[in-house]
């Protein structure tokens, strides 16, 4: 195997450009949710698409759709050799609150060996150790590649990813590959490898709460007058018991446990409950399912969580109003077996039942994707375990993850094909919160890795 693309990409020269232009990437402040951003998320696009034309990649194209663009190259001048689909997401979460960011959000700071800035590690930082990973061996190959490579990178991600859902469902045979690869996981813990090889699927949803036909004095009408958030509060208390469990009726039938196996290479994993209690939670006690560790709590086990409860009056000072309409914001997570479709009808209809007395509810669905196992027993997964062994010099674990990557489920469904998960962030690095990180030993450590797996697939 050549070692050329891995000198490239440990060149401390090449190091330092490589952060200098995250650091450009990272200043666009590409939030997918809010209007005000359309412009931003089409420059990150062209920035995107110009690197990738820069450093060699064939066919870069911005291809429009109902909403952010997405990015698609290939270079395919590799017979006989698989194809990789390399995966990865511009957007970013709002940076909000400002307030608890220690620098700003969109100037990406170094400190402690570590780059801050919103997007940082979810998921521009690790999305460009694919691009230049691809850099090192396009430089190294003299402008070929050890396989056959294409790119696909979306701008709505973090809304749902229905533009890109539909790219992959229209358009197989412009995708056709072997298996995709992924950097949009952690590590679970600092300096140790790890494979993510299972995703909770997720439904975000709306309810709607109506009461009068506008807002109205609580002096003269409180006590007759109907009030949206007193309905919200008594649904959202019946949708869970004090010890987590769902109450929802069948909600947990189609849940599937994980295997013996699995559980017990859980129980190997260095994992101290009290400091991640302390430290990454920040809570004075933990909660959830009683009888479940909290691996299983957040990898194997369906959960409910309000996120907000926008309406009425929010300002500073007080205004007596009983508002006429207010909204709950509210997500599950699913487990393998569990069907989102089927999820989602068993919550709306008991949601349905539970309106008050002179309360109207509508329940809207946002977004919705599905829950994911990867199988291990494939030579993909094989040399991605050896690439980060070599790079970091100890044995790669496997995990699974509670949060959710809709596009595996579908590169699955539409593509047939199984996804490489190799994330590289932390589980400090501050995902969708002020103060998002990516290490940046881990950023370089990445790339190399990256170069070090395609280059086995393609041996």
Request: hydrophobic share 40%; net charge negative; proline share 7%.
């Amino acid at each position: 195997m050549s070692s050329a693309a891995v000198t490239f990409a440990q060149d401390k020269s090449n190091q330092q450009r490589f952060l200098n232009e995250l650091k450009e990437l990272l200043r666009i402040p590409s939030v997918s949710t809010l209007p005000e951003h359309k412009d931003d998320l089409l420059r990150a696009a062209q920035f995107l698409a110009d690197e990738l034309k820069r450093i060699g990649m064939e066919n870069v194209e911005i291809i429009s759709t109902g909403g952010h663009p997405l990015v698609y190259c290939d270079w395919l001048k590799a017979p006989g050799k698989p194809t990789v689909l390399s995966y990865g997401h511009y957007d970013v979460q709002p940076p909000d609150p400002l307030d608890e960011w220690k620098t700003p959000p969109f100037e990406p700071t170094e400190r402690n060996g570590n780059i801050y800035a919103r997007g940082a590690v979810d998921d521009k930082g690790q999305m460009y150790m694919h691009v230049k990973a691809l850099e090192a061996l396009l430089a190294a190959g003299k402008g070929t590649l050890p396989l056959n490579v294409r790119v696909l990178l979306e701008g709505e991600e973090e809304v749902g990813g229905e533009s890109i859902a539909k790219f992959v469902a229209n358009n197989p045979a412009r995708l056709k590959a072997d298996f995709a690869l992924v950097s949009d996981t952690e590590m679970f813990a600092p300096d140790l490898p790890t494979l993510n090889v299972g995703l909770r699927g997720l439904i975000y949803t709306e309810i709607e709460a109506t009461g009068a036909k506008i807002d109205l004095h609580s002096g003269m009408y409180g006590g007759a007058a109907p009030n949206p958030f007193f309905a919200l509060a008594q649904i959202i208390s019946k949708l869970k018991d004090e010890n987590g469990k769902i109450l929802i009726p069948h909600f947990y039938d189609r849940v599937q446990r994980p295997s013996e196996q699995e559980l017990q290479a859980w129980k190997s994993l260095p994992f101290n409950e009290e400091h991640y209690r302390e430290h990454e939670v920040g809570s004075k006690e933990l909660t959830g399912e009683p009888g479940f560790s909290v691996q299983e709590r957040t990898w194997s086990r369906p959960t409910l969580e309000v996120h907000g409860m926008p309406g009425g009056f929010i300002g500073a000072g007080a205004k007596t109003v009983i508002p006429a309409k207010a909204t709950a914001k509210i997500s599950m997570r699913i487990v393998p077996n569990m069907n989102s479709e089927e999820v989602f009808k068993l919550y709306s209809d008991f949601v349905m039942s539970l309106a008050p007395k002179g309360i109207s509810i509508k329940v809207k669905l946002l977004s919705m994707g599905e829950p994911m196992i990867i199988r291990t027993d494939n030579r993909f997964v094989k040399a991605a375990t050896e690439a980060m062994k070599e790079v970091f010099g100890k044995d790669t674990v496997f995990i699974r993850s509670g949060g959710s990557i809709p596009i595996v489920a579908e590169f699955e469904k539409h593509l047939k094909i199984p996804s490489v998960m190799m994330g590289f962030g932390l589980p400090d690095d501050n995902l969708h919160a002020p103060n998002e990180k990516f290490h940046i030993a881990n950023f370089y450590r990445g790339i190399e890795s990256i170069i070090r797996f395609l280059q086995k697939v393609g041996a």
